[in-house]
């Protein structure tokens, strides 16, 4: 199996002016094309070569982990992003009420989190079995399909991702990309796990049972 480096959802100038055309060059053009070849390369004769790219993530190690990671975490990180203005589902409003208190205290635990990361990796809203929302900080290529968890919305904190437009500005980049936040891709992440899911009590214990 050959992946490919996959089709934007918009053109290269959609985001701007929050993202230029010209970070899309490279981050899109350059870095996400590289981890897709370079993964190609790595897997070639090798017991993923007719894998699919989750089974990948989960069973492998090293370099042919990191870069199989880092082609599903961008192609992710795209989907997430539109010019379009979205709002979540009233599933997805209430659960982030649930678990944070309000969008307004998500946003900023979110925001907080990214800005504060040390190094280079991921931030991750995720689903975990007990039908909780989390957020969490995963450094390099790590993600929340490593941990057996269901990825929702992806915000990337390489500084390839933000330094030609923000500089070393981290903070700048994350309230620019939180407006750019396409809400009906996460929301519909989320109703596809939780039809998928079935996480009940399932004896006495009240222990949770997974029947994924």
């Known amino acids: ?8 959802p918009y053109e290269d100038t959609a985001l701007e002016p929050y993202i230029s055309s010209e ?16 993964l190609n390369a790595l897997i070639q004769e090798s017991e993923f070569e007719e894998k699919p790219l989750e089974y990948i993530i989960k069973n492998s190690q090293g370099g042919i982990f990191n870069n199989a990671a880092q082609v599903y975490n961008h192609d ?6 539109t010019n379009t203005s979205s709002s979540p589902s009233v599933e997805l409003s209430d659960m982030i009420e ?3 208190g309000s969008m307004d205290e998500f946003k900023k635990l979110f925001l907080d989190k990214a800005a504060t990361f040390f190094g280079s990796g991921w931030i991750w809203l995720v689903l975990d079995k007990d039908n909780k929302l989390s957020i969490e900080a995963l450094s390099n290529a790590d993600n929340p399909l490593a941990h057996n968890k269901v990825a929702l919305l992806a915000c990337d904190v390489w500084e390839h991702a933000y330094y030609i437009d923000y500089r070393n500005a981290r903070p700048g980049y994350l309230e620019n990309w ?4 396409n809400w009906r891709f996460v929301s519909d992440n989320l109703a596809d796990a939780l039809s998928n899911k079935y996480t009940q009590p399932c004896n006495d214990n ?5 029947y994924e």
């Not at 199996?1 to 934007?8: D, G, Q, V």
């Not at 992710?76 to 992003?81: A, D, I, K, T, V």
């Not at 009240?206 to 997974?210: F, G």
């Open 178 to 181: 939180y407006k750019l936040i």
């Open 206 to 210: 009240n222990e949770v049972c997974d």
């Open 1 to 8: 199996m050959k992946f490919e480096l996959m089709k934007l």
């Open 23 to 38: 970070t899309i060059s490279y981050h899109y053009g350059k870095h996400h094309a590289a981890y897709v070849n370079k």
């Open 76 to 81: 992710f990180y795209w989907h997430g992003l």
């Open 98 to 100: 649930r678990d944070f």
